[in-house]
């Protein structure tokens, strides 16, 4: 295809046949013809990010949310204040978040609204573990109807029989599992006041999911391995990789960890000597998730890792586009640019996304982000340190400003 995946997470959309190839055509050629333009949007949204749960079963150490090592739970408001140098929001802001109840109607309100603006890519997740929500599944079920693509990012427990049959019924498109290790020991580590049992949960989940594509012909859905390194499980990445082999996994994401700003945090990034340990273990397992045909990111996780998430050095080099590729709606119904983004621009409950999107506010906001790696950083628009999106960001720019790109340092010419 013309335009290329760059808002993929390397995932399998091409799969999705001709009506999803189509709508996901006409959506990146709409964005595209935003981003060349520079001032206007000519249709909605690639991707949308929803959030479906607060709430978690989980306690990983390195979350922002739910870890024990917390020293605030890093939601959207905290981020911001500590972005401008703000004092912390107050018990009530936190008392607030909690009580954040799922709307079923507005989700479904949310959702014809993104599907009727040209958006062929979900990312549904959270703050919490998504297949708490109740209603997950039918949500699922709706996105998939619409011929869109779909993924959803969990901690694997809750894939029981019952919601894998489902998944594979409904050719459901990707998993996002973050497991943090590779074994049952490094399970606890990472995981504060887990039963003992659960990381042989997920490991049988994974492995009836295999067994039933297997089974049933098929390849759906996918299965992406994620695995954070922190100070805690640093030392476990060949475990991990051989633990990825035996579920069956189609690929393996290898992230940084990010702090957050957060006191409790800082402990889980990596000493120096840790830091090298892990560049080295990397480099060896792109040898052996090639000899099993697992899919990975390591040439992307070295050009950034350093002992944490910095992109600060990405955004030095070229702007960000991702304003025109994906927005990020919470369960609360705010709207958001991207991840890394603190401010709304709007909340669907008072007004409509498509209003919101084509909003002066949303559109001053794209204006900056073109121009951010020009811009005083002092005033940014976002936290452009601890960006997630740099992959696509750089795919894009590539492909949009090819004479740069040969002039462009060496960073930028190697992340292809």
């Not at 119904?333 to 007004?351: A, D, L, T, W």
């Not at 949009?400 to 960073?411: E, L, M, Q, R, T």
Request: aromatic share 12%; net charge positive; proline share 3%.
């Amino acid at each position: 295809m013309v335009l290329g995946s760059f808002l993929r997470f390397d995932g399998q959309e091409s799969n999705g046949g001709k009506t999803l190839i189509l709508r996901k055509f006409l959506s990146q050629l709409r964005a595209l013809a935003g981003v060349i333009h520079g001032r206007r949007i000519f249709g909605g949204p690639i991707q949308a990010n929803l959030t479906l749960a607060n709430r978690c079963n989980l306690k990983c150490i390195h979350c922002y949310y739910h870890s024990p090592l917390l020293e605030r739970p890093n939601y959207r408001g905290v981020r911001l204040a500590r972005q401008i140098n703000e004092q912390l929001p107050d018990d009530g802001y936190f008392n607030h978040q909690k009580k954040i109840t799922f709307n079923r109607k507005g989700m479904e309100k949310i959702l014809d609204e993104l599907i009727k603006s040209g958006v062929y890519r979900f990312f549904l997740s959270g703050n919490g573990e998504p297949f708490l929500n109740k209603y997950s599944i039918d949500i699922m079920k709706k996105i998939k109807k619409a011929n869109c693509y779909c993924l959803v990012k969990t901690n694997g427990t809750l894939l029981s029989k019952k919601i894998t049959d489902e998944l594979i019924h409904m050719k459901f498109d990707e998993l996002h599992i973050t497991t943090m290790a590779g074994n049952r020991d490094m399970y606890i580590r990472t995981h504060s006041c887990v039963p003992q049992e659960t990381f042989d949960s997920v490991k049988n989940n994974l492995l009836y999911l295999a067994e039933q594509k297997k089974k049933l012909h098929t390849n759906k859905p996918q299965v992406s391995l994620i695995y954070v390194v922190i100070s805690e499980n640093y030392s476990g990445l060949y475990d991990f990789a051989e633990f990825a082999y035996k579920v069956q996994a189609d690929r393996v994401f290898i992230q940084p960890v990010d702090e957050m700003g957060d006191t409790g945090l800082k402990r889980l990034v990596l000493t120096e000597k840790q830091t090298e340990y892990v560049r080295e273990e990397a480099v060896k397992l792109k040898n052996y998730f090639k000899s099993k045909k697992i899919k990975h990111n390591i040439d992307k996780f070295l050009k950034i890792f350093s002992a944490q998430l910095d992109t600060r050095e990405v955004y030095r080099l070229i702007p960000c586009y991702y304003a025109w590729l994906s927005v990020l709606i919470d369960i609360d119904g705010n709207v958001y640019p991207c991840y890394s983004s603190y401010r709304s621009m709007g909340n669907i409950y008072e007004n409509s996304f498509n209003d919101i999107w084509n909003s002066e506010h949303y559109r001053l906001f794209r204006e900056k982000s073109l121009k951010l790696n020009c811009s005083d950083k002092s005033d940014s628009i976002c936290d452009y340190g601890n960006c997630p999106h740099y992959t696509a960001n750089m795919k894009l720019h590539k492909m949009i400003d090819p004479v740069k790109k040969v002039f462009s340092h060496n960073y930028i010419l190697r992340n292809s």
